[in-house]
Nanobody
Framework: VQLQASGGGLVQAGESLTLSCAVS????????MGWYRQAPGKQRELVAT???????NYADSAEARFTISKDSAKNTWSLRMNSLKPEDTGVYYC??????????WGQGTLVTVSS
């Protein structure tokens, strides 16, 4: 199973980006899908998750600015990031957890927010 993250880039503070994660093979199903980020010099941290049933969870820093969503038909999930701040800069990794508990990680996509 491979996860492919895309959508990162360089933006100015206040702008928006949408990250997407695709699964190969796309018939593989997960219990939880999410996004983590790793800022320079810091540990990887949770940004947002969404369950197969649609329940979402956000880090405090992402609440009210970011929205995680999924497209079950395409087996993809996305992270819409609004009002980006320089402290949102980092490598964003998509993550998923299979029903039996095995986690899977994408390769990461870099988001850089300039002030």
């Amino acid at each position: 199973v491979q996860l492919q993250a895309s959508g990162g880039g360089l933006v100015q503070a206040g702008e928006s980006l949408t990250l997407s994660c695709a699964v190969s093979p796309n018939t593989f199903r997960f219990s939880i899908m999410g996004w983590y980020r790793q800022a320079p010099g810091k540990q990887r941290e949770l940004v947002a998750t969404i369950t197969n049933g649609g329940r979402t969870n956000y880090a405090d820093s992402a609440e009210a600015r970011f929205t995680i969503s999924k497209d079950s038909a395409k087996n993809t999930w996305s992270l819409r990031m609004n009002s980006l701040k320089p402290e949102d800069t980092g490598v964003y990794y998509c993550n998923s957890v299979a029903s039996w508990g095995t986690p899977y990680w994408g390769q990461g996509t870099l988001v850089t927010v300039s002030s």
